[in-house]
């Protein structure tokens, strides 16, 4: 089976994202109907043609893939379970940012009453939806991907990654923690900048182009870690260390609190205090298991 333009949705949560993903459906002539806990957010999705439901009950009657993007965990449980029954042969795919373990919970309770469960990771903000450089990142049901992968696609590049529905989860996070600690350093970076008196978006610009170099460095780093040899670096251990220690210094200097850079530096003083200094970076990666 094949979804076509007269497939219909359903969007529960119409926070940005879930009225970015209407919003693109809606767009593509998608039959579209939507649902939110707080009434009011569907007037310009009404609009353009969505259909408004006042209950979940109601939202999922028409038939297609219910798309569950709402805050977390607990909300999808809080608006699905009182519909559970009415959703037994149905095809649901949450779309809700969930720890693998809860979107493994959530797999096994669709599969308690017999609902198709796909989980989605969103790599993308609300206005990238529908736009070039977005992904969403999928594991659970392969029936459910299969048949409506045509639907998923208007909104971002759409990719699977087998059954266990903890996993695009996983992927997810794992992309999300490297962002936030690019993100902390350039909170970091910027203090440090303001106290020469340049101001945080100048530096966003110079830190852009760094931070995009610098990047290009992982895919090697990733293949050093799987190899686990880490005797031939590229700059060892000890050589990050001078580089953080000072990196401390010029923080406490400008009155920087050093909290975003603290974190590796305690890890980088143990590989050397415990004789790994002659060793390449990526050894760090042994640290956290
Ligand atoms: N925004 C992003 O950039 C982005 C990117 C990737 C992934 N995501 C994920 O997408 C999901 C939605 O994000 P968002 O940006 O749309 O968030 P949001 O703007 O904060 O909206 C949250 C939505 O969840 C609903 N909700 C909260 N608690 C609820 C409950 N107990 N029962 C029923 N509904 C409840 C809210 O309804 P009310 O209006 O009634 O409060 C609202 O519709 C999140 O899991 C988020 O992590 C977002």
């Known amino acids: 089976m094949t979804e076509t333009s007269t497939t219909p949705v359903t969007i529960l949560g119409l ?3 879930g009225r970015a993903l209407a919003s693109t459906f809606r767009a593509a002539g998608l039959p579209t109907t939507v649902w939110n806990r707080s009434p009011g957010k569907a007037a310009d999705l009404i609009a353009a043609g969505a259909t408004s439901a006042p209950t979940v009950e109601q939202a999922i009657g028409p038939g297609g893939p219910i798309i569950a993007v709402l805050l977390d965990h607990a909300s999808v449980h809080a608006t699905l379970d009182p519909v559970a029954d009415q959703m037994t042969g149905r095809q649901l795919i949450n779309l809700t940012s969930t720890a693998p373990a809860e979107s493994r919970e959530l797999a096994a309770w669709a599969a308690a009453h017999g609902i198709d469960y796909l989980d989605g990771g969103i790599m993308a903000v609300p206005s990238m939806i529908g736009a070039p450089g977005a992904a969403i990142l999928y594991s659970g049901s ?4 299969e048949t409506r992968r045509g639907i998923l696609e208007l909104l971002a590049a759409a990719e699977y990654f087998g059954d266990d529905a903890g996993f695009a989860s996983t992927y997810d ?3 999300l923690a490297t962002m936030y600690a690019m ?5 970091h970076g910027a203090a440090l900048m303001r106290s020469v008196g340049v101001s945080a978006a100048e530096f966003g610009q110079r830190a852009a182009a760094w931070v995009t170099a610098m990047t290009q460095s992982l895919p090697h780093q990733g ?6 040899d ?3 670096p590229v700059q060892s251990i000890a050589f990050h260390k001078s580089a953080i220690d000072a990196i401390n210094r010029a923080s406490h200097d400008a009155g920087i609190a050093s909290d ?6 305690t890890l980088l003083d143990r590989q050397v205090a415990d004789g790994h200094g002659a060793l ?3 050894r760090t990666f042994e640290e956290l298991h």
């Open 15 to 17: 926070g940005a994202m």
């Open 142 to 145: 392969r029936q459910v991907f």
């Open 173 to 175: 996070f794992a992309l």
């Open 183 to 187: 993100f902390g350093g350039f909170l």
């Open 223 to 228: 293949r050093v870690i799987d190899t686990g």
């Open 230 to 232: 880490y005797t031939d």
């Open 260 to 265: 975003f850079v603290a974190p590796l530096r």
């Open 280 to 282: 390449g970076f990526e």
